[in-house]
């Protein structure tokens, strides 16, 4: 979609590709990546990132998370899982800045990518989240990174494999859903209850859900995996 958005205490699963912005109210948990490939990522003691727990550690800027992968389960078995290339290490990427109110632990490595070099702690509103990964602020690895989340976007946007058209304004609380392409015509939220995915015992399911323009959500929901 085009921008995301996550009240307060919500806990996300998955990987989220924003076309502009994605914002993380005070207290979210989000057990994936967050690419905003249009302009940038608001934190605000958000807890991010592929192998994040609350006992995960911070580390300095330096620390290797090359062998960081999502563990988050990825229909049929003909829809194969999105390539994210060089941009899997990263847990927060965005175009022209990340911002911080504080409290935030990433696992993970964290970048802009707009080709302009600046310090090294430039792109970030203070004070820099608690980072226990590698930090690229507009250097190379994050303008490949970049590259690569938009070629991702590319292919989720082109699938039609297991393809479910949900409509409009699609409400996604309270639904128990299997592995798919879900599909909206307009937004999708969840503001009604939790949205359940159920992989049936499928280590390698594959859930993606594509809308054109927004994703919001109210505070305390959960997505279930």
Not at 41 to 65: M, N, V, Y
Not at 92 to 118: F, H, K
């Amino acid at each position: 979609g085009t921008a995301a958005t996550f009240a307060a205490r919500c806990t996300m699963q998955g990987n989220i590709f924003a076309g502009t912005a994605i914002t993380f109210a005070a207290g979210c948990t989000h057990h994936g990546r967050a690419f905003a490939l249009g302009t940038a990522c608001t934190l605000s003691s958000t807890q991010i990132g592929c192998d994040w727990s609350p006992a995960s550690p911070s580390s300095s800027s330096s620390a290797s998370s090359s062998a960081k992968k999502c563990k988050v389960r990825a229909c049929a078995a003909s829809m194969t899982p999105v390539n994210l290339g060089v941009a899997e290490p990263f847990a927060v990427l965005a175009t022209s800045a990340v911002t911080d109110a504080g409290g935030s632990q990433i696992d993970g490595d964290m970048g802009t990518s707009t080709g302009i070099a600046l310090p090294v702690y430039a792109p970030y509103s203070p004070p820099t989240p608690g980072l226990n990964g590698k930090l690229h602020p507009n250097d190379a690895t994050a303008i490949a990174a970049r590259a690569a989340a938009v070629a991702a976007l590319i292919d989720i946007k082109a699938r039609s494999t297991c393809e479910t058209a949900l409509g409009g304004v699609v409400e996604l609380g309270g639904k128990t859903l299997s592995p798919g392409l879900y599909t909206a015509t307009s937004t999708m939220q969840l503001i009604a209850g939790d949205l359940t995915l159920d992989a049936g015992s499928d280590p390698n399911a594959v859930f993606i859900f594509r809308m054109p323009t927004t994703f919001s959500t109210a505070a305390d929901r959960k997505v279930i995996l």
